[in-house]
């Protein structure tokens, strides 16, 4: 899946976009995935992750729920390795 910079805030925020063509015609759905910085309190980052679909074809959604069950578990992989990296170097 090709993804494009769809929004960017340099330091707060980054909105990705993409979505599958099926069958050289395109995407039954509209995917974002945004990644949000927000301080916290004594210099604590939280980074908050959330995808989005927006179903094109009323069959789109047969697609997208086991997307959606892969894609938890490849964010919370990503989140905690992001974690581990980030306190070993602090």
Not at 1 to 7: E, F, G, P, Q, S
Not at 68 to 86: E, G, P, S, W
């Amino acid at each position: 899946m090709a993804l494009v910079v769809a929004a960017v805030n340099p330091g707060q925020w980054l909105v990705i976009r993409g979505g599958i063509p099926v069958a050289n015609g395109p995407s039954p759905f509209d995917f974002t995935w945004s990644f949000v910085l927000r301080a916290q309190q004594d210099r604590v980052t939280r980074l908050i992750v959330r995808e989005r679909y927006a179903c094109t074809r009323p069959w789109a959604s047969l697609l997208v729920e086991p997307f959606q069950a892969i894609d938890f578990v490849m964010t919370r992989k990503m989140l905690r390795t992001i974690k581990n990296r980030a306190e070993r170097a602090a």
